[in-house]
């Protein structure tokens, strides 16, 4: 079992909608949770980043944890065709020190059609 | 504030043959990684510098694979030999020390082995 897993896709959806993009994981370690938008041919960059269990939210997109779940979750309201990309979750433990390492889903492929 | 650097962005070489990525971080971050990230899979970390010095190689496949961090600044990848299988893209990432959790991305080498 992979520790990080999620929803493979691809994912289409009109302009407008509100997309759902989800992972689960196994490690309890893990305790911040991170998206990642990748545009094609681009290297990742960060999109969203928590470390609680609950909502936060930047302007369209708003990050869900679920901590005795194992579940987090990124919405996406008003899509736009701009936000056609590949969204990776990604997960790190509590280190001290040194940076730290993270682990990373398979990646959601979206398109939002004008 | 330049972003990641890496070069080249494509190479196309043949099983069995050898060959070298380079990356240059955002000035001033310590720690940088080298991920393979292939096709519809997310980044897999194959090692962690920080300075000039290995934090985690052990996902790096040694037989095959070496990479090295001069001056703690730009990094090297090699492979040699290429097989089939490591068509994939290479991603480097850098970041600031002291539990960072961002790590900035540089576009890739999409590397096809034939």
């Known amino acids: 079992q992979k520790e990080v897993e999620q929803d493979p896709g691809p994912l289409s959806v009109p302009e407008g909608a509100i997309v759902s993009l989800n992972c689960t994981y196994s490690?309890?370690?893990?305790?911040?949770f991170m998206w990642y938008r990748q545009y094609s041919r681009k290297g990742p960059e960060l999109l969203m980043y928590?470390?609680?269990?609950g909502n936060k939210e930047d302007g369209r997109f708003t990050a869900q944890v679920d901590k005795s779940s194992k579940y987090i979750s990124l919405f996406i309201r008003d899509s736009q065709p701009s936000d056609s990309a590949t969204y990776l979750c990604?997960?790190?433990?509590?280190?001290?020190?040194?940076?730290?390492?993270?682990?990373f889903g398979s990646g959601t492929q979206l398109t939002v059609l004008p | 504030e330049a972003g990641v650097a890496q070069s080249p962005r494509y190479k196309i070489i043949e099983k069995r043959q050898s060959v070298a990525f380079w990356c240059n971080p955002i000035?001033?971050?310590?720690?940088l990684y080298w991920y393979q990230q292939i096709l519809g899979q997310g980044p897999k970390l194959l090692i962690q510098?920080?300075?000039?010095?290995?934090?985690?190689d052990s996902q790096l496949p040694k037989d095959r694979f070496s990479a090295e961090r001069l001056k703690g600044v730009d990094s090297t990848l090699k492979i040699q030999p290429a097989k089939l299988e490591d068509s994939a893209v290479y991603l480097c990432?850098?970041?600031?020390?002291?539990?960072?959790?961002?790590?900035?991305f540089g576009p890739g080498t999409r590397l096809t082995v034939t």
């Open positions: 990432a850098s970041t600031s020390t002291g539990g960072a959790y961002e790590q900035y």
């Open positions: 490690n309890s370690a893990f305790q911040y």
């Open positions: 928590t470390y609680s269990s």
């Open positions: 990604a997960m790190s433990s509590i280190s001290s020190g040194s940076a730290r390492q993270l682990t």
């Open positions: 000035s001033g971050h310590a720690t």
């Open positions: 510098f920080q300075n000039n010095g290995v934090v985690d």
